[in-house]
């Protein structure tokens, strides 16, 4: 098993604080290491509670892991979920413009199998979890990370739901869904133009060609990266926040959680 840093183990002896609590985890791949972040609130998490929680694991977009995916992890969290945004790239690999992340991002879109490794991985993080209830586990991924939930099912994770948002939704082939087990939401900006729809079409297929309880929803109006307020507002830009899809998409996510993981 992979070496999970004395923090994990220090949550037993943690005072109930009653709020959200976040805590760096560190593991590695192969003498990479790799800096997730962990949040849970203390009034609705029971660390002594064994196997009591569901948790969600989040994936980050092509930026790496940054303030943004925390802040989702603490929402998360307020919900009474216990959240691991893991860590893709590593610690040493953050990327300081569009053009770095461009680079790492390919990196792993070019290899499926170091990414799904580096999926699983951070999985294998937030299922060790004591606390968490490994039956009760989804995962939610933004831009590459949505990209990222949909290798996570093809890999045959045992997760019980995958969401992707504004993910790139192409297809290696229809065999590349034969070992999906989840269930499977797609939240999708309808005016994306970084989603080809020669793309969608190919997804469609491999998932149906494999039985996958998929659905996906198209918002009007709302292109890449439609629920992160970074992205700006330039209307001329194909990448673009949207504060509509992303109280929406975040509302299908929840619909979609109380369905896959219970309440």
Same mark, same amino acid.
């Given at each position: 098993?992979?070496?999970?840093?004395?923090?994990?183990?220090?949550?037993?002896?943690?005072?109930?604080?009653?709020?959200?609590?976040?805590?760096?985890?560190?593991?590695?791949?192969?003498?990479?290491?790799?800096?997730?972040?962990? &949040?849970? /609130?203390?009034?609705?998490?029971?660390? /002594?509670?064994?196997?009591?929680?569901?948790?969600?694991?989040?994936?980050?977009?092509?930026?790496?892991?940054?303030?943004?995916?925390?802040?989702?992890?603490?929402?998360?969290?307020?919900?009474?979920?216990?959240?691991?945004? !893991? /860590?893709?790239?590593?610690?040493?690999?953050? #990327?300081?413009?569009?053009?770095?992340?461009?680079?790492?991002?390919?990196?792993?879109?070019?290899?499926?199998?170091?990414?799904?490794?580096?999926?699983? !991985?951070? !999985?294998?993080?937030?299922? &060790?979890?004591?606390?968490?209830?490994?039956?009760?586990?989804?995962?939610?991924?933004?831009?590459?990370?949505?990209?990222?939930?949909?290798?996570?099912?093809?890999?045959? &994770?045992?997760?019980?739901?995958?969401?992707?948002?504004?993910?790139?939704?192409?297809?290696?082939? #229809?065999?590349?869904?034969?070992?999906?087990? &989840?269930?499977?939401?797609?939240?999708?900006?309808?005016?994306?133009?970084?989603?080809?729809?020669?793309?969608? =079409?190919?997804?469609?297929?491999?998932?149906?060609?494999?039985?996958?309880?998929?659905?996906?929803?198209?918002?009007?109006?709302?292109?890449?990266?439609?629920?992160?307020?970074?992205?700006?507002? =330039?209307?001329?830009?194909?990448?673009?926040?949207?504060?509509?899809?992303?109280?929406?998409?975040?509302?299908?996510?929840? !619909?979609?959680?109380?369905?896959?993981?219970?309440?």
């Amino acid at each position: 098993m992979k070496r999970i840093t004395s923090c994990l183990l220090a949550l037993f002896c943690l005072p109930v604080l009653a709020e959200v609590q976040t805590r760096e985890v560190v593991y590695e791949d192969g003498g990479t290491r790799l800096v997730a972040y962990l &949040a849970w /609130d203390d009034a609705l998490v029971k660390v /002594d509670q064994a196997g009591a929680a569901a948790g969600v694991l989040l994936v980050h977009q092509w930026m790496g892991l940054t303030d943004y995916e925390k802040g989702r992890a603490r929402q998360l969290a307020e919900l009474g979920y216990v959240a691991f945004a !893991l /860590d893709i790239y590593g610690e040493a690999n953050r #990327p300081s413009d569009r053009r770095e992340a461009g680079q790492m991002a390919g990196k792993f879109k070019s290899d499926r199998q170091l990414f799904r490794k580096r999926l699983n !991985l951070g !999985l294998e993080q937030l299922v &060790a979890l004591p606390f968490v209830n490994g039956q009760r586990v989804a995962a939610i991924g933004y831009c590459f990370g949505g990209t990222g939930v949909l290798e996570l099912a093809r890999s045959g &994770a045992d997760v019980a739901g995958v969401v992707s948002f504004h993910g790139g939704l192409d297809s290696a082939g #229809p065999d590349s869904g034969k070992d999906i087990t &989840a269930k499977v939401l797609i939240c999708h900006g309808a005016d994306d133009p970084y989603v080809p729809q020669e793309g969608i =079409d190919a997804m469609v297929e491999e998932f149906n060609a494999n039985e996958v309880d998929w659905q996906m929803i198209s918002y009007s109006g709302a292109v890449h990266s439609f629920t992160q307020p970074m992205a700006g507002n =330039d209307p001329n830009s194909g990448a673009r926040y949207n504060a509509a899809a992303d109280a929406r998409s975040w509302g299908h996510m929840l !619909l979609f959680f109380d369905e896959t993981l219970g309440e």
